[in-house]
């Protein structure tokens, strides 16, 4: 019997008094199905072809169940995380490690390496929403050797990168804001939330 896998389910905070408003978003909801992080350990994830974990997920909930997360990728499935890792509950992935910020010229982001999550984006657009910097990312996760960089601070922090050696999956890692929220913003940024969606079904061949 062959199982039909969905795109992506979407582990949130359903309790937190901030839920992330883009998974309600008309364009995207399609794609995706959230529910509750808490959820995790009773779940089965064999119909779906991969994870995304926001930042404002319980972190210590996640470290005392990452054997759940570890079984999905050794499925050779995708996890998606935006946030800053405090728990060392993601495979390959380093703790979080702020930049040391002296002014808004160092909050600019260059694309490293063309990518089909940030086709279309225009880097100026990632460093400024409504003329403010540091939206993006103000720090990085050290990644694993061999992993493709895609984005990076100007003193060449690796914000945002894929590693596909660790693990049978594939982590991708985003060390800023949920890039979901990216669909509300009128700007070439706007792609990030759809074409990070597909990008995760292609990944584990969905």
């Known amino acids: 019997m062959t199982v039909s896998l969905k795109p992506v389910l979407v582990l949130d905070d359903q309790t937190s008094a901030a839920p992330v408003q883009a998974h309600e978003d008309p364009a ?3 794609g995706m199905e959230a529910v509750d992080v808490y959820d995790l350990p009773s779940l089965d994830l064999e119909p779906y072809a991969a994870l995304m974990v926001g930042g404002m997920v319980d972190q210590e909930f996640l470290w005392q169940h990452r054997d759940v997360l570890e079984s999905f990728l050794a499925r050779e499935r995708a996890v998606v995380f935006c946030g800053q890792l405090l728990r060392s509950w993601l495979p390959g992935c380093g703790r979080f490690v702020p930049a040391k910020i002296t002014s808004m010229r160092d909050y600019a982001v260059q694309l490293v390496e063309p990518d089909p999550v940030f086709a279309g984006v225009d880097p100026h657009d ?4 409504r003329g403010v910097a540091g939206f993006f990312a103000r720090g990085h996760h050290p990644p694993p050797p061999d992993a493709k960089v895609l984005a990076a601070l100007a003193g060449g ?4 990168w894929i590693d596909r050696k660790t693990m049978p999956g594939t982590v991708f890692v985003h060390a800023g804001n949920d890039l979901l929220g990216y669909a509300q913003v009128d700007s070439t940024a706007a792609r990030l939330a759809s074409q990070l969606l597909e990008w995760a079904r292609a990944e584990s061949g969905v």
């Open 28 to 30: 995207l909801r399609e």
């Open 126 to 129: 990632l460093t400024f929403r």
């Open 157 to 160: 922090q690796p914000t945002t």
